[in-house]
């Protein structure tokens, strides 16, 4: 690797490592504002008491189907295989460790806050801490955006033929991840501020394991 090409990397590592620190920090704030009870909060409880439409028989089912797409043992399952795939296409085991530290890295940060928020559901109408509950953050919204954000990234870096070569599939990922906050407020199945706890703390990692990965490239890896 030459002087400018390591100069490059450094700069993508560290402009990634400062926006992925700043999702942190947006993800530290709203735990602010979840245990302090701040504008958040309200702002949760104004969403509940809004009249949410009752969706039964076929739209229900698709909306449990949609919802299914942060589902953890879903995504990682969709993830892992797709990793193998691609590790087995190029002979390079990165895709699969890649997938494997974001899976590990995703479910030991949010479970730990889980548990140690202990936020009840708003399904229950009560809104409580360490009460045993696991509402914050949002675990969905979280695998929805890391799993699908570091396949979409494996397919980009890894695939260079049609129909992928030069193709961003980030907007898909972002309408997946929409997607699943919006089931999950229609659901009562989260606050609002879950679901954006768990965006920004999934967004962290994901753009933090990308920017490892572009310092140290593997050999099979398109520069």
């Known amino acids: 690797m030459t002087t400018e090409q390591l ?34 909060y309200h702002l949760d409880h104004y969403i509940l008491d809004l009249k949410n439409p009752q969706f039964k028989g076929l739209a ?54 889980k548990i140690y928020i202990g936020r009840t559901k708003p399904r229950l109408y009560i809104d409580d801490l360490q009460a045993g509950g696991m509402s914050y953050p949002s675990g969905h919204a979280s695998n929805a955006l890391i799993t699908w954000g570091l396949l979409a990234y494996l397919i980009y870096r890894y695939t260079n ?34 679901l954006l706890g768990g965006v920004f703390i999934g967004g962290a990692l994901l753009v933090a394991i990308i920017a490892i990965d572009r310092f140290f490239p593997s050999d099979k890896q398109p520069s």
């Not at 100069?7 to 990634?16: N, V």
């Not at 909306?63 to 795939?85: E, H, K, M, N, P």
């Not at 479910?107 to 806050?113: D, E, I, P, R």
């Not at 049609?162 to 606050?191: C, D, M, Q």
């Open 7 to 40: 100069t490059k990397r450094r700069h993508e590592m560290f402009h990634a490592l400062r926006v992925s620190g700043l999702l942190f920090l947006g993800f530290l704030f709203i735990t602010q504002q979840v245990i302090t009870r701040g504008w958040l």
């Open 60 to 113: 229900g089912h698709i909306l449990i189907g949609l919802d299914d797409l942060g589902l953890r043992w879903f995504t990682a399952t969709v993830l892992l295989i797709s990793a193998a795939i691609i590790s087995w296409r190029f002979k390079s085991f990165r895709p699969i460790n890649l997938s494997i530290l974001a899976l590990v890295s995703l479910n030991l940060v949010v479970g730990a806050t």
């Open 161 to 194: 033929r049609a129909p992928f070569e030069g193709i961003k599939l980030y907007p898909i990922v972002g309408l997946i991840t929409t997607t699943v906050v919006v089931v999950s407020l229609i659901r009562n199945t989260h606050w609002f501020s879950d």
